[in-house]
């Protein structure tokens, strides 16, 4: 498989039905190493996290927890009210 102009002969020398088991002797015929799996570090495992019971307003900062007024009127803002 060194030359290509090898390749090209071959395909031109044979049948189009018969290029598929031509390529199939090909490619079996080509040295695949074996995989090595001695380097490959373990996946570390995470738990997973909480699902938070409140979201941020895609960045939005919120009001302060202290004064509910404050918060009402900044999502009232939000919303163009």
């Given at each position: 498989?060194?030359r290509?102009?090898?390749?090209?002969?071959?395909s031109?020398?044979?049948?189009?039905?018969?290029?598929q088991?031509m390529?199939?002797?090909?490619?079996?015929?080509?040295?695949?190493?074996?995989?090595?799996?001695?380097?490959?570090k373990?996946?570390?495992?995470?738990?997973?996290?909480?699902?938070?019971?409140?979201?941020?307003t895609?960045?939005?900062?919120?009001?302060?927890?202290?004064?509910?007024?404050?918060?009402?009127a900044q999502h009232?803002?939000?919303?163009?009210?």
């Amino acid at each position: 498989m060194d030359r290509p102009h090898h390749s090209c002969a071959r395909s031109l020398g044979n049948q189009p039905e018969q290029w598929q088991t031509m390529i199939e002797s090909i490619y079996e015929a080509i040295g695949r190493p074996e995989p090595s799996f001695g380097g490959i570090k373990p996946i570390a495992t995470h738990s997973p996290q909480p699902i938070r019971a409140r979201t941020s307003t895609l960045g939005a900062p919120l009001a302060s927890a202290g004064n509910p007024m404050d918060r009402i009127a900044q999502h009232l803002g939000n919303m163009g009210i």
